[in-house]
């Protein structure tokens, strides 16, 4: 079955403690990118990769970093994570330029005490 | 500054009405616009998109209209079905070389039997 998987779907941390929150796909897309959801605000792209050691910077960036080291991971790391960043994330990934059709993980939704 | 704009957060239909979901956009770079789908705790599904040089696409029950003059689109879904009530989100892509989908805040279907 296709899908991105996220890990894990829900984390309770404490401001400052580093965490990271995977995200894997099994189609074979080059480009994937994560996204926050915020109440009002929809969905704001965080970071997004079009291959392989290629990343970058979407709208809200701050905060966050990305690596893409295999084709089908796209882990999202929080350093120093703070109670702003308390929000739901989502994992896409997609087979075209421009993030068409693109297919979403579940969603891990993050709190930062 | 919003590039991407649902102005009515929800709308109530009833079952076997048509339901008119709008958007407006600001970019007239974008090339390529999009209807995803969300219910509670699952990530976005796509549901249709539209290129810029089309007016118009169908498939099934959900048809995109697209107006560029007026920097405008709307998603018509005829009959609305229970099933159908998800939050739907507008969104709009570069194609291209970036890597951007730039996302409206949603507006709250309800259909109701």
């Known amino acids: 079955e296709a899908q991105v998987t996220q890990n894990p779907r829900y984390l309770i941390t404490v401001t400052g403690k580093k965490l990271t929150v995977t995200c894997s796909q099994n189609?074979?897309?080059?480009?994937m990118s994560w996204y926050r959801q915020d109440p009002g605000l929809g969905l704001r792209q965080i970071y997004y990769?079009?291959?392989?050691?290629?990343?970058d910077k979407g709208d809200v960036p701050e905060g966050y970093k990305v690596s893409r080291k295999e084709k089908r991971n796209f882990p999202l790391i929080l350093e120093s994570p703070s109670p702003n960043q308390t929000s739901l994330y989502f994992c896409?990934?997609?087979?075209?330029?421009?993030?068409?059709?693109?297919?979403f993980g579940q969603g891990t939704r993050l709190t930062v005490v | 500054d919003q590039q991407v704009k649902q102005n009515s957060p929800s709308l109530s239909v009833q079952e076997g009405r048509i339901s008119i979901l709008n958007c407006d956009y600001t970019?007239?770079?974008?090339?390529?616009f999009l209807w995803y789908k969300k219910y509670p705790a699952e990530g976005p599904t796509f549901l249709i998109s539209?290129?810029?040089?089309?007016d118009k696409n169908e498939d099934g029950r959900f048809t995109v209209f697209l107006n560029k003059s007026a920097k405008h689109l709307s998603l018509h879904i005829v009959p609305s079905q229970p099933g159908d009530s998800a939050v739907y989100f507008c969104?709009?892509?570069?194609?291209?070389?970036?890597?951007?989908?730039?996302f409206g805040k949603g507006t709250k279907l309800s259909v109701k039997p």
């Open positions: 896409a990934s997609s087979p075209t330029q421009g993030f068409l059709k693109a297919f």
């Open positions: 189609m074979n897309h080059e480009y």
């Open positions: 990769s079009m291959n392989v050691e290629v990343t």
């Open positions: 970019n007239s770079m974008f090339d390529y």
């Open positions: 539209i290129s810029s040089i089309k």
């Open positions: 969104a709009a892509s570069y194609g291209g070389s970036q890597g951007n989908l730039i």
